[in-house]
């Protein structure tokens, strides 16, 4: 079997009013996704402007590293929980998921200079 390194992020899943927390969700999938592989290291917690007028809580991201035979199965999980979970009842919170498969030099340079571009804006 060929097993793929994946980057796993995800962001608002949560709610001012109702409740949830993205981080929370990291938990969760960190355990529930040593089903489908091997999570390489801790979550990584994204920070984002906590002075934002329009966040939902406590505004962070969650990216998870996994190595993998299964991408497919694990996105399907992934997407699953956040189906279940985020508090879609909030008209603010407006769920994003982003799976990197190929997490080689060039993808890595080109994400952190359109970070760095959105940073410097």
């Given amino acids: 079997m060929i097993r793929k390194n994946m980057i796993i992020s995800f962001d608002d899943t949560d709610s001012r009013s109702l409740g949830m927390c993205t981080t929370y969700l990291g938990a969760l999938l960190m355990d529930e996704l040593k089903a489908y592989g091997k999570p390489a290291g801790l979550p990584l917690l994204i920070r984002l402007n ?4 329009f966040k939902t809580r406590g505004n962070a991201a969650v990216a998870i590293k996994i190595e993998t035979s299964e991408p497919e199965k694990v996105k399907q999980h992934v997407i699953q929980r956040i189906e279940e979970l985020a508090q879609m009842e909030d008209e ?3 769920p994003g998921v982003v ?23």
């Fill in 99 to 121: 799976f990197l498969e190929n997490n080689n030099d060039e993808v890595k340079n080109a994400l952190a200079a359109f970070s760095n571009g959105l940073c410097n804006t």
């Fill in 92 to 94: 603010n919170t407006n």
């Fill in 50 to 53: 906590p002075t934002i007028p």
